[in-house]
């Protein structure tokens, strides 16, 4: 099974999602791009954030206290390791953990990036599907 595939971009080919959030801040900018572009763009994004971004995993590893440092595939999932693949998702459902899964979205420059791309993706996805918010 193929995991990852290293295009002739290399390690860039990994922040596509960059690019798409840039598309995304141009379409708001530019009034001729339509919601539909707007949605897309935003969907795009926001899977990226979520599943592809590669953050740090973060799962608590015993006798470490920054936890996993293995890149992570998004916000939502952990690195290749299998006991942490779905650790940040157990974290989002358990509410004692919760803040424990909030921190970490801010654990450092590159989490911060990734958690205001999909909040703001989210956001503009929202406003894109329910035209009467936007003016
Ligand atoms: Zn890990």
Not at 1 to 18: C, D, E, F, R, Y
Not at 37 to 48: K, M, R
Not at 57 to 84: M, Y
Request: include cysteine; glycine fraction near 12%; charged fraction near 10%.
């Amino acid at each position: 099974m193929a995991t990852s595939k290293v295009g002739p971009l290399g390690g860039l080919g990994h922040w596509w999602g960059v690019l798409t959030a840039a598309l995304l801040i141009a379409a708001w900018i530019n009034s001729y791009a339509g919601p539909v572009v707007v949605a897309v763009l935003s969907i795009a994004t926001a899977l990226w954030c979520f599943f592809q971004a590669p953050v740090s995993c973060g799962a608590p590893v015993r006798g470490r206290t920054d936890g996993c440092r293995n890149n992570a595939n998004g916000l939502l999932l952990g690195c290749h390791i299998r006991q942490h693949r779905w650790q940040k998702l157990k974290m989002l459902l358990v509410r004692r953990r919760f803040r424990e899964f909030c921190s970490g979205l801010f654990s450092d420059g590159k989490a911060t990036i990734v958690t205001l791309a999909g909040i703001g993706s989210l956001l503009s996805g929202l406003v894109a599907f329910i035209p009467g918010i936007a003016v």
